[in-house]
């Protein structure tokens, strides 16, 4: 299938584009502000399916909406038709459209034009009034708070909040293209003469705000958002999409003594803590049991020897354990516990505990698992 996208160049187009060739549909005709006029003319006679995302969100003059937004649709539905191409297509409008303003004007124009279009030529149209789109590649400092917020916490930026509570009705990129695609393929959702994106996120500004922030203060707690909440997921995704390309990384902080190091790599308040233990050959760490608080071991690199005891037995219970062969093993409450290096190298070792470590609950009692 030939398809033709104009605005390729832009937010939608980009993710659009990228998804459709994951997909296999390779044959992408892209049309952009730049792209030689001749080529429209070609690209209209042989597509078979038109998504139109191309448009004007801040123009110099307020005329420049009609003549983007409306304009343009115009040419294109009549290039199609002196092609005789009846091919679907699939516009995006706004939610904007229903307002008394230059841009909502021009989009509700463009949705007129290619409605009529549609009674006129049998040809299939899909149109999408979109409420705002966040996502990766969308310009900051334009026209969405989302993006201006990501991009200006990450770099350091004061942001603006005129009225925290503002409530805004979001989509995800991602979820935008799924819909697209599943148009492309006769899957649309659609309501009377308008097609939706059926996961809407209904979010205050402040929130957003505050969420934004939380994600650039992570860091430095080694904490992970609420990944249970599909928002907060997409919106960390989104976030980290704007990081500065010299700020990917970030240290951590090393606990090193004469045996190794400890270090915490990860914590969260409902899903336990993650670090990295690495041992220097001979040493033993550990020997010491918890009443709650348990934990699973894995080897990545050495040897190593795990050994237990239940604290009211005699008997241990070992675990010979390699970097060659990776296997998890469950430290349980009520067992002390220890970690050998016995091999002539580091021994790197995963962490997990089912809870953070608190030093004002530790809920850790020295007490050698071999007397």
């Known amino acids: 299938m030939k398809i033709l996208v104009t605005g390729a160049k832009g937010f939608i187009g980009k993710n659009l584009i990228a998804e459709l060739r994951n ?36 123009p110099k003059s307020d005329e420049d909406f009609m003549k983007g937004n409306f304009g343009f649709t115009t040419e294109l539905l009549n290039k199609l038709k002196e092609s005789d191409n009846k091919s679907p297509i699939l ?4 939610i904007q459209a229903e307002l008394d303003n230059p841009y909502g004007k021009s989009k509700k124009a463009g949705e007129e034009v290619i409605l009529t279009y ?6 299939r149209a899909l149109v999408y009034r979109l409420p705002n789109v966040f996502g990766k590649w969308c310009r900051p400092n334009y026209n969405s708070a989302v993006a201006t917020f990501c991009h200006n916490i990450a770099n350091d930026l004061e942001i603006q909040v005129n009225d925290p509570t503002v409530i805004m009705n979001l989509v995800y990129i991602d979820d935008v293209i799924d819909e697209f695609i599943n148009a492309l393929e006769g899957r649309e959702n659609k309501l009377n003469q308008y097609c939706f994106v059926p996961v809407v996120h209904t979010v205050s500004l402040g929130n957003i705000a505050e969420l934004i922030q939380s994600f650039k203060e992570s860091r430095m707690r080694l904490s992970i958002p609420n990944m249970n909440n599909e928002f907060e997921k997409k919106l960390y995704s989104t976030y980290l999409s704007y990081l500065p390309k010299d700020k990917f990384s970030y240290p951590l902080k090393m606990n090193v003594d004469e045996r190794g190091s400890f270090t915490e790599f990860i914590r969260t308040s409902d899903r336990g803590q993650v670090s990295v233990n690495i041992s220097k050959p001979g040493i033993t760490k550990g ?9 699973k071991f894995l080897v990545v690199k050495g040897k190593g020897l795990i050994q237990f005891r239940e604290i009211h037995s005699k008997e241990v219970i070992s675990y010979h354990v390699t970097g060659d062969k990776l296997e998890v093993v469950d430290i349980p409450t009520g067992y002390t516990h220890n970690i050998i290096n016995e091999g002539d190298t580091e021994l790197v070792t995963i962490m997990w505990a089912n809870e953070a470590f608190n030093p004002e609950k530790p809920d850790t009692y020295f007490l050698k698992v071999v007397e």
Do not use: M, P
């Open 118 to 123: 549609e009674k006129e030529t049998g040809s």
């Open 23 to 58: 997909r296999k549909y390779d044959d992408i005709l892209e049309i952009d502000i730049d792209t030689d006029a001749s080529l429209l003319n070609e690209y209209v006679k042989e597509c078979e399916f038109v998504f139109h995302l191309a448009g004007i969100n801040r």
């Open 91 to 94: 516009i995006t409008s706004s």
């Open 287 to 295: 020997n010491h049991w918890h009443h709650t608080k348990n934990e």
